[in-house]
């Protein structure tokens, strides 16, 4: 039996997306030496772009404020985390289509999970807090302290600048969009993971070192006591640090999007999104192709997962443990604990509290640092946020894969657009702190729901060869536990109280 219903539908076909067209999984490229670096990337993507957000500044306030004994938090995270990409681009080296768009190929319908995920996107990487940080660093390298209050307007106004410096480099970012994005964090995660390890070494004592390691087990140095939940915590700034302790929510997703435009898998059959200037109109599926799983076929797709496991295992998973633990070793070395950095100049807080032992010279360098991973992660959010939506427009509309001739570059700089003029109004919001933790706890929600809803895909859609073992799907029921219980957390002990207060306000 083809599985398909009482109407003659394909499984994958009964929400109202065209069925998989059928196809030879191509063969895996050689990975032998120096060619690895060419056949990883997508990996390479998500760590910049966890790096800009959880590791420099949610980290970081976390650690100073409460001990890097929570780096147990990212041991867990980050392990679950690397559970759910491989499983998301499971789907993807399968039928070539984006994660997203196998979400829409549940019931109940398309329409459901797509304006479902859109607004999980939106609400998560809609506000460009990672621009309005950056203005912060770059404010203190001109000005040469730290912004307050009373410099909002020119924080505010240099965030925009920022924010619209993405736009340009992804309207020029030649022909691939996906390479302009992987070759700018091959240079960021080198530069800066090995700019740390020189800075830790310089500024931070044994004792620092030795605090982050065993804080990845949950033990409080300075306590000499394991510390796993600290007393007082703010659920709102953990529940973030939970999230972007490796990357976060729909930007973990966005990966097979980006493993798609790779190539890898089937991702090679269906095509990828061109750049607008230096690009050329390209054609993009709007459907995937799928593979008989004849042992010749399967041989392939056991190559095409080594890759998979390099990419994640090898460079996501354990870059982002060192992404997290290397600034929380400078910051609680430098930064008193029980601080609270949260504020328009949270970004420049490690230059300035380093800058009498430093020097001018590289305080600025700090600042500078801290402006490239800021501006560098607002790059990629913003990218795969258009990316998603434009994804899931030309998967499910008709009308919009008609639209200009076809051209899927008309509606990816489309969406970029509407995107860009919501974001220069929630920058004037609220502080960039304060957005980015917003971000992070539904951040937390995405994957609670999302890591369901893969394992439903990989078990029902997928065929029995390619399906996950059970450690992998308990990994998955694990990762929706584990946020689950931060996103509780957050609404009961914060959002609540907020709400009620708001209504008993008006009455």
Excluded at 6 to 25: I, K, Q, S
Excluded at 43 to 67: D, M, Q, R
Excluded at 315 to 325: E, S, Y
């Amino acid at each position: 039996m083809d599985g398909s219903d009482e109407h003659g539908a394909a499984p994958e076909a009964r929400t109202g997306l065209d069925p998989w067209g059928r196809g030879e999984l191509p063969a895996p490229p050689s990975t032998k030496g120096l060619r690895l670096l060419g056949v990883v990337g997508p990996g390479v993507i998500v760590l910049g772009a966890s790096i800009g957000s959880g590791e420099w500044l949610i980290g970081p306030t976390a650690f100073v404020k409460y001990g890097m004994s929570l780096l147990w938090v990212t041991t867990v995270a980050v392990t679950l985390q690397t559970i759910l990409n491989t499983e998301a681009i499971r789907y993807t080296l399968y039928t070539g289509e984006p994660v997203f768009t196998g979400f829409m190929r549940t019931r109940p319908r398309s329409t459901f999970w797509a304006w479902t995920y859109a607004l999980l996107y939106l609400l998560q990487s809609g506000w460009p807090g990672w621009a309005g940080a950056s203005a912060g660093a770059f404010f203190y390298l001109f000005a040469g302290r730290t912004a307050t209050l009373g410099d909002a307007s020119a924080v505010y106004w240099t965030g925009v600048a920022a924010f619209l410096a993405c736009v340009l480099l992804l309207v020029f970012s030649g022909r691939r969009i996906e390479r302009m994005l992987e070759i700018f964090n091959w240079v960021m995660v080198v530069m800066i993971l090995g700019g740390l390890v020189a800075l830790g070494v310089l500024f931070a004592g044994p004792r620092s070192w030795l605090s982050a390691l065993v804080g990845f087990a949950g033990f409080d140095l300075a306590d000499g006591a394991f510390r796993f939940v600290p007393e007082g915590v703010d659920w709102f700034l953990i529940g973030a640090f939970a999230a972007y302790s490796g990357c976060g929510g729909a930007v973990n997703l966005t990966l097979t999007n980006w493993v798609r435009d790779k190539g890898y898998g089937m991702g090679r059959v269906v095509g990828f999104i061109p750049a607008l200037v230096g690009g050329q109109k390209v054609h993009l599926a709007h459907t995937g192709s799928v593979f008989e799983t004849t042992p010749g076929q399967l041989g392939r797709w056991a190559g095409w997962w080594r890759i998979v496991g390099i990419d994640q295992w090898g460079i996501f998973f354990a870059g982002a443990l060192l992404g997290m633990a290397l600034p929380g070793i400078l910051y609680t070395a430098a930064i008193p604990r029980g601080t609270d950095m949260r504020g328009l100049g949270i970004a420049s807080e490690l230059a300035h509290a380093l800058s009498p032992a430093s020097g001018v010279a590289l305080a600025g360098a700090l600042a500078l640092m801290s402006v490239w991973i800021l501006f560098k992660a607002q790059l990629d959010n913003l990218e795969g946020m258009t990316r998603v939506i434009t994804d899931i427009l030309w998967s499910g509309s008709r009308r919009v894969r008609a639209w200009r001739g076809g051209d899927v570059r008309v509606v990816y700089y489309s969406v970029l657009g509407v995107i860009v003029t919501w974001g220069v109004v929630a920058l004037g919001l609220t502080q960039p702190i304060v957005l980015l933790q917003i971000g992070g706890n539904v951040a937390g929600l995405t994957m609670a729901v999302s890591a369901l809803h893969i394992l439903y895909l990989n078990t029902h859609l997928l065929p029995e060869p390619v399906r996950p073992p059970w450690w992998r799907r308990a990994g998955l029921v694990a990762t929706a536990v584990f946020y689950g219980f931060f996103v509780c957390l957050w609404l009961t002990r914060v959002l609540g109280p907020v709400i009620a207060r708001t209504i008993s306000g008006r009455s």
